[in-house]
């Protein structure tokens, strides 16, 4: 139990992190580090398909494609990205506070979910598993995917208005 809390701590700080630092290649390794963070909490859920297609395709794929689009594209100047945190932090102050709250709030009512999943070695199948027996990891894995790329095409909206 405490080293799932741990964990669950360091990915909440990693994502804090993430999200408010001033440099992009930062932000794209902080991506890298949460990912892979999310993969030992799905590894010790024991669903190590989900696992491996986190670490694989989130953890990998998709951080050497955002430090590679990061590298390509024009860096900002130390007063442009020092404007930008700024202008970042004034919009998005209250985001660690919501995380924090909703995790003591969550910790406090002890969600319990009646889940009921198959244990690895009935199922051999990673087809059957991904959809028939994990719609929710599959679901994840989706919001996850949106997520980056929701974040890409915000990060490539505001680098087209300066």
Not at 35 to 57: H, Q
Not at 98 to 123: H, R, S
Not at 125 to 153: C, E, K, M, Y
Request: hydrophobic share 60%.
């Amino acid at each position: 139990m405490q080293i799932n809390l741990i964990i669950l701590v360091a990915l909440i700080l990693a994502a804090v992190w993430t999200v408010m630092t001033r440099s992009l290649l930062r932000a794209g390794i902080g991506l890298a580090l949460v990912s892979v963070l999310l993969t030992i909490v799905i590894f010790r859920l024991n669903s190590p398909l989900a696992a491996v297609f986190e670490l694989s395709v989130c953890a990998g794929l998709i951080s050497v494609l955002f430090v590679s689009t990061i590298s390509m594209a024009q860096p900002l100047s130390r007063k442009e990205a020092i404007q930008h945190m700024k202008i970042r932090f004034a919009r998005y102050w209250y985001l660690p506070i919501i995380v924090v709250l909703l995790g003591v709030v969550l910790l406090l009512i002890n969600v319990k979910l009646d889940i009921l999943l198959p244990t690895p070695e009935k199922i051999k199948d990673a087809r059957l598993v991904i959809w028939n027996s994990r719609p929710i990891d599959l679901l994840g894995q989706i919001i996850i995917l949106l997520t980056g790329v929701f974040g890409v095409v915000i990060l490539f909206k505001e680098r087209l208005k300066k």
